[in-house]
């Protein structure tokens, strides 16, 4: 996560749709050692207050311009009308690593989660939306439709 840059992501258009996408570009990682599999994430726009193309681009814009890095320090201040609102200096590796154990104790919650504890729930929602849309059934609990 540390050395995600802000060309990571791209956004495109659906040509059959007309609508926005946010697409992570293939890269080798180990979880994916070849570009075989010939798909990457994606997250289309929705036209609310929290679409996530609008806010991917909102941040990009705030970010400071001399800075690749996806992750900055943000500026000790700032407006919604200041140009930047993040500093040069960018997240270290631990800095990421502990930031959803920290929120997590910060907000109460009933148990800490992690970025990989994260990724793994999305996972998992995402698959079982991926069987509901094939099957039909409105729950994945047996006989519910």
């Not at 659906?14 to 890269?27: F, H, P, V």
């Not at 994606?42 to 992750?71: N, Q």
């Not at 919604?80 to 920290?102: A, I, M, R, S």
Request: charged content about 25%.
């Amino acid at each position: 996560m540390h050395t995600v840059t802000k060309d990571t992501f791209e956004v495109k258009l659906d040509a059959n749709t007309g609508r926005q996408y946010l697409y992570k570009k293939d890269e080798l990682t180990k979880n994916h050692r070849d570009d075989s599999e010939g798909y990457t994430g994606f997250m289309p726009a929705t036209g609310t207050h929290d679409c996530p193309v609008s806010t991917f681009l909102k941040y990009i814009e705030k970010l400071h311009p001399e800075s690749e890095r996806l992750w900055c320090y943000p500026r000790d201040s700032f407006h919604d009308e200041d140009t930047t609102w993040y500093t040069c200096k960018p997240v270290g590796k631990h800095g990421l690593q502990q930031f959803l154990p920290k929120l997590s104790k910060q907000c109460g919650l009933s148990q800490i989660y992690t970025n990989h504890s994260i990724r793994a729930t999305s996972a998992t929602v995402l698959h079982r939306a991926a069987i509901q849309s094939v099957t039909g059934h409105k729950s994945l609990v047996y006989g519910i439709t």
